[in-house]
């Protein structure tokens, strides 16, 4: 199986928006559940939102992020939206073979990365 490959990150300002896009292999969108994690330094690796297989259920754990999917364009993105500076951390895509999937040890696929750093 390929790899899941994020893209999008970068350097903004305090109250931007980001969208974070994560290209899987295909036929993993629309068969796995995939999430978003962010590890900051210091910190564990948490999970920012989750989406079902068919992209009918999420699980976000902040009102100001959103996850959605595009099946067949095998893509899977995250919008980052007034953005904060604890916001800064590295952003992984991943994919899960069950529904819900709240911890990191429910996935088992995962990408290398995307870099989001948000100054004041």
């Known amino acids: 199986q390929g790899s899941l490959v994020e893209s999008g990150g970068g350097l903004v300002q305090a109250g931007t928006s980001l969208r974070l896009s994560c290209a899987a292999p295909?036929?993993?969108?629309?068969?796995?559940?995939m999430g978003w994690f962010r590890q900051g330094p210091g910190n564990e690796r948490e999970l920012v939102a989750a989406i079902n297989p068919s992209g009918t259920n999420t699980d976000i754990r902040d009102g100001r992020f959103t996850i959605s999917v595009d099946i067949p364009k095998n893509t899977v993105y995250l919008q980052l939206d007034s953005l904060k500076p604890e916001d800064s951390a590295i952003y992984y895509c991943?994919?899960?073979?069950?529904?819900?999937?709240?911890?990191?040890?429910?996935?088992?696929?995962w990408g290398q990365g995307t870099q989001v750093t948000v100054s004041s």
């Open positions: 295909g036929g993993v969108v629309g068969t796995y559940s």
């Open positions: 991943a994919a899960s073979r069950i529904w819900p999937a709240k911890s990191r040890w429910n996935y088992g696929y």
